[in-house]
């Protein structure tokens, strides 16, 4: 797999959470799930990403990368594809961008 192949799906997954993002910072969404190359993940994103300066938004527009590899993620758990390996739980969990191969938002805030 090439190379722009494999950031494909980590620069979809970084658009998408920009615009589920207000303008405070908060998510419209409850967690997101990563399918990654190790298994799936589950998790909020952390305040890393969503303090990332507005000028690395811009740099990656114009084709440069923002230098983001990975993405934080709380209350995280993790069901590994290997059945020997149980799942396991983060208060804090940094994925590699590399490493997603899909994602989903789950649940939103304000319905009801």
Known sequence: ???SNSQAPADALIAVLRSALGGDGSQSFNYMVLYTSFGIVRGRTGLTFSQEPANAQ?????????GQEVIELYDAT?????????????DRL???LGDVRGFALVG?????
């Open 94 to 96: 940094y994925v590699r």
């Open 78 to 90: 993790v069901e590994h594809h290997s059945n020997h390996l149980p799942t396991a739980s983060f």
């Open 1 to 3: 797999m090439s190379e």
């Open 108 to 112: 939103s805030q304000g319905q009801g």
């Open 58 to 66: 811009a740099a990656a527009v114009a084709g440069h990368h923002s």
